[in-house]
């Protein structure tokens, strides 16, 4: 990559050489990001530790972890044009997409977390010299917070296509974020409509996870395709109990438990939530394992 980009000094030009070469679309924002990342692949044995991120909720899915769930939709007959990853972390559910899928047409990734897109941007360049003989579908990294991007636009841009929403959002609360003093939190607002004393009390604090996986179904939800998310359990169990009021355009909803201990070495009980879209609402949902998806529990 180094031999392939010292001699050249506009970022525009080298936007264009990642792009004929690996699909993706602003590898560079500007020459100053050219230039450091110039200087920093030119250094040998630079090691860059990671920080421990956790405490945002920042539990990244496995490479493995990522292949069975795009194998897992395989089964569901699920042909993706476009795929869309609304905190993409590291890229693993974007590389999986990649590896599985050979309808799609344009991949969106949103990350907040500016190294993380500098990551998967990585990740991507080092599939595709691994794998050239696959195809290179348009892929867009972006570096912008989840709550201010315009999905809205990619919904009516590409609403005759199959979709492909898929993803592992923050496994925290807005509260937890704010103690924090995190800049990735949604505008101030009562989302769910809870009544006054409920807004100003517990019933205010509410997961990231379930305020971005709602945020994707009211988009999204009359667009052919699937929804496959991991998160907590209880996420699950509130989007479904309150399917019978939002009524979403939603069926075959499934809970497929996961081991979160193996999986991520922390003690939460989460799943991957499954539905497919643009369908006759329904408000139930059946329990699987992930690993066997044997003896199905109805909920």
């Not at 941007?121 to 912008?144: A, G, V």
């Not at 923050?170 to 704010?178: A, C, M, R």
Request: with cysteine.
């Amino acid at each position: 990559l180094y031999s392939n980009l010292k001699n050249t000094t506009s970022f525009e030009t080298a936007n264009q050489k990642m792009y004929d070469a690996f699909g993706i679309i602003h590898l560079f924002d500007s020459n100053d990001e050219l230039e450091t990342l110039k200087e920093t692949i030119s250094i040998s044995n630079s090691i860059v530790s990671e920080p421990d991120r956790t405490e945002y909720g920042d539990f990244q899915t496995n490479e493995d972890l990522a292949k069975k769930c795009a194998l897992f939709l395989a089964t569901k007959s699920a042909n993706p044009q476009i795929v869309i990853e609304p905190t993409c972390g590291k890229g693993n559910f974007i590389i999986a997409s990649l590896s599985s899928f050979s309808s799609i047409e344009h991949i969106f990734g949103i990350e907040i977390y500016k190294p993380y897109v500098w990551e998967t941007k990585f990740n991507i360049i080092e599939f595709y010299l691994n794998n050239p003989q696959k195809q290179k579908p348009q892929i867009s990294i972006i570096h912008c917070d989840v709550f201010d991007y315009d999905f809205k636009s990619l919904a009516k841009k590409y609403s005759e296509k199959e979709l492909l929403i898929i993803g592992n959002p923050p496994w925290v609360t807005n509260s937890k974020l704010g103690s924090l003093n995190s800049s990735n939190l949604p505008k101030k607002s009562n989302f769910k409509n809870h009544s006054g004393l409920d807004a100003m009390t517990g019933k205010g604090n509410f997961d990231i996870a379930e305020f971005i996986s709602l945020k994707m179904l009211d988009l999204f939800q009359n667009i052919k395709g699937n929804l496959l998310l991991l998160v907590k359990n209880s996420v699950i169990k509130n989007i479904v109990s309150d399917q019978a009021k939002n009524k979403y355009s939603i069926s075959d909803i499934e809970k497929h438990c996961i081991d979160s201990k193996k999986e991520f070495n922390v003690s939460v009980e989460a799943s991957l939530f499954y539905c497919k879209l643009e369908s006759d609402s329904q408000n139930f949902c059946t329990e699987y394992n992930f690993y066997n998806n044997e003896n199905p529990i109805l909920q």
